[in-house]
């Protein structure tokens, strides 16, 4: 079985699921625990047709649903790790 190297693992865990590029900030965090550049998920939201800030999408990685309650993209949680 082939090992992956400690860094490669890393750049995985530090890459957006959606640009598969290492995440451009601010970094979003969805309630599903997923993480992703705010632009890919503004994208996301765009390619699913969510345009009212009490829109709902799925998440690309999991497809649950994640309601953007009022708030739009600015009420989603930023990861600042």
């Known amino acids: 079985q082939r090992q992956v190297?400690?860094?490669e693992g890393l750049g995985k865990e530090l890459s957006c699921?959606?640009?598969?590029?290492?995440f451009t900030p601010?970094?979003?965090?969805?309630?599903c625990s997923h993480n992703y550049?705010?632009?890919?998920i503004e994208q996301t939201l765009f390619s699913q047709n969510c345009t009212h800030v009490n829109g709902q999408f799925c998440c690309p990685m999991c497809?649950?649903?994640?309601?953007?309650?009022?708030?739009g993209i600015h009420g989603l949680k930023r990861n600042i790790f």
């Open 26 to 31: 601010p970094v979003v965090e969805l309630p």
């Open 37 to 40: 550049c705010k632009q890919c």
């Open 17 to 22: 699921p959606v640009c598969l590029e290492l």
């Open 63 to 71: 497809r649950k649903v994640t309601y953007l309650r009022g708030r």
């Open 5 to 7: 190297p400690k860094m």
